[in-house]
């Protein structure tokens, strides 16, 4: 038997104390950007979702259409990923919760979304949700028919969201089946956390070389055999809103469980995520993400402040170190915006750009200004950012957003609006929060309060 070690919350303060004020003498040249205001944020956000709905509603095929180009004309060759699918399933039911006045509308969309995962997506001999299907249904080779947790997560994340806004049953038993097959397949009881990748029965797929020599791996990068912080931080997402609406015992221990596995197995000072991890959680080198940094200041506040104040009080150095870490060696200073990737101490490695790094990046900006309004670094580079993000990503002739820059602002890469990986989850999950913040407090998700 391989018992699973206990793991213990060790807070660093003082580390992360320091690294919010390291570059505070160079950030004091930059002209301070203008105040965003409300407005200008929610004119954004419905450029976003009114450029995505109706147009992505597929009423031929179910579900959602995710390929555009860059007028929302749709693109020719369109597949159904179970990542986009869900994810814009939980949009429409989070946009209907947060705008009462759209309600009808978007609830519509988040029904049309959950029957399309349940009753196509779904796998109704072996249990769990296929990877990818092609329009007439079927999984598409080679990985279509394999069960991934990180895709099965968003799937409990939007289920767990329609229920919430409808109390549809139907919705819950989803979101309670995904769970339970991800816990029966996915759980690793030797050594915690999550297999990331099953082959169609619910098997791991085991750790094996490609016909080059090198580590194959999975749909989202994990070699196989490996664990991936990605995984775990979407896990962690999925399960604070289904506890939310499902306040199951064993739900509540393995919430907390992942908050755990991020705050001591995947974290590291000064405030980065280990990419990637062996099962037994031995790291492997890899660069700092800093998107993924700040969106997990913002998960694990959310998961952490739904357990109770004590767990919130544990997490906060090291949520807010993550941000700190990313202010500190991943922000343009000069023109506003986050790098894509770096290390620990040193300067950025790839200075791209990417929407979702930006979005990310606004809402952990914002959300810290809010909880430490006595240091102004976050609420300047939460302008910056926003001031970077609407003159060089969105586009104010066709809506929606631009995928990626330069450093200097320049237009890179793919030009299209919507693929299978580019939807509009981070997008409007920001702006509503942010907005909501700022104008509606009552419906922001308990994160407006002062750090403990």
């Known amino acids: 038997m391989c018992p699973l070690n206990r793991l213990g919350l060790v807070v660093s303060i003082a580390l992360a104390i320091a690294a919010s004020g390291a570059s505070r003498a160079s950030e004091a040249s930059v002209t301070p950007p203008p105040a965003v205001t409300a407005a200008e944020l929610e004119a954004a956000l419905w450029g976003?979702?009114?450029?995505?709905?109706?147009?992505?509603?597929?009423?031929?095929?179910?579900?959602?259409?995710?390929?555009?180009d860059a007028r929302w004309k749709p693109l020719p060759d369109q597949t159904k990923a179970l990542v986009f699918q869900a994810r814009m399933t939980w949009v429409a039911a989070e946009v209907a919760l947060?705008?009462?006045?759209?309600?009808?509308?978007?609830?519509?969309?988040?029904?049309h979304g959950l029957a399309f995962l349940e009753q196509t997506m779904w796998d109704p001999e072996h249990g769990g949700l296929f990877w990818q299907l092609s329009l007439n249904g079927e999984p598409v080779p080679p990985t279509g028919q394999h069960?991934?947790?990180?895709?099965?997560?968003?799937?409990?994340?939007?289920?767990?969201?329609?229920?919430?806004?409808?109390?549809?049953?139907?919705?819950?038993d989803l979101a309670r089946r995904t769970y339970e097959w991800l816990e029966t397949h996915a759980a690793d009881h030797c050594h915690g956390g999550y297999i990331e990748a099953m082959d169609i029965t619910g098997a791991a797929l085991p750790a094996r070389r490609d016909e080059t020599g090198r580590w194959a791996h999975d749909v989202i990068g994990t070699a196989y055999g490996f664990k991936s912080m990605n995984t775990h931080i979407h896990l962690l997402e999925a399960y604070t809103a289904f506890y939310r609406v499902w306040p199951d015992e064993s739900l509540g221990t393995r919430l907390a469980s992942l908050i755990e596995i991020v705050t001591e197995r995947l974290y590291v000072e000064p405030g980065c995520l280990?990419?990637?991890?062996?099962?037994?959680?031995?790291?492997?080198?890899?660069?700092?993400?800093?998107?993924?940094?700040?969106?997990?200041?913002?998960?694990?506040l959310?998961?952490?402040?739904?357990?109770?104040?004590?767990?919130?009080?544990?997490?906060?150095?090291?949520?807010?170190?993550?941000?700190?870490?990313?202010?500190?060696?991943?922000?343009?200073?000069?023109?506003?915006?986050?790098?894509?990737?770096?290390?620990?101490?040193?300067?950025p490695t790839d200075t791209t750009k990417v929407w979702w790094v930006q979005a990310e990046a606004l809402n952990a900006f914002q959300l810290l200004s809010v909880k430490h309004p006595e240091q102004p670094r976050y609420a300047k580079a939460f302008a910056q950012a926003w001031r970077f993000t609407a003159d060089n990503l969105l586009d104010p002739q066709?809506?929606?957003?631009?995928?990626?820059?330069?450093?200097?602002?320049?237009?890179?890469?793919?030009?299209?609006?919507?693929?299978?990986?580019?939807?509009?989850?981070?997008?409007?999950?920001?702006?509503?929060?942010?907005?909501?913040?700022?104008?509606r407090p009552s419906t922001a998700k308990n994160l407006n309060a002062t750090a403990p």
């Open 48 to 68: 976003e979702l009114d450029a995505w709905f109706p147009a992505c509603i597929d009423r031929a095929h179910g579900g959602f259409t995710a390929g555009f």
């Open 98 to 111: 947060r705008r009462p006045e759209q309600r009808d509308r978007f609830e519509a969309y988040a029904r």
């Open 147 to 172: 069960k991934h947790a990180y895709g099965m997560s968003f799937v409990i994340y939007a289920a767990a969201n329609v229920y919430r806004l409808t109390g549809d049953p139907a919705a819950l």
């Open 274 to 300: 280990h990419l990637y991890v062996t099962a037994d959680w031995r790291p492997v080198p890899d660069h700092d993400s800093f998107g993924h940094d700040v969106e997990t200041t913002y998960l694990l």
């Open 302 to 347: 959310e998961a952490s402040e739904l357990l109770g104040h004590d767990a919130a009080e544990k997490v906060w150095p090291k949520a807010k170190a993550l941000t700190d870490h990313a202010l500190d060696y991943g922000f343009d200073r000069q023109r506003g915006g986050l790098y894509y990737a770096g290390s620990a101490f040193h300067e």
């Open 398 to 439: 066709n809506g929606g957003w631009w995928t990626a820059t330069d450093a200097t602002g320049e237009r890179t890469g793919d030009a299209r609006k919507g693929t299978a990986w580019k939807s509009a989850y981070h997008t409007a999950r920001a702006l509503l929060e942010i907005t909501d913040r700022m104008t």
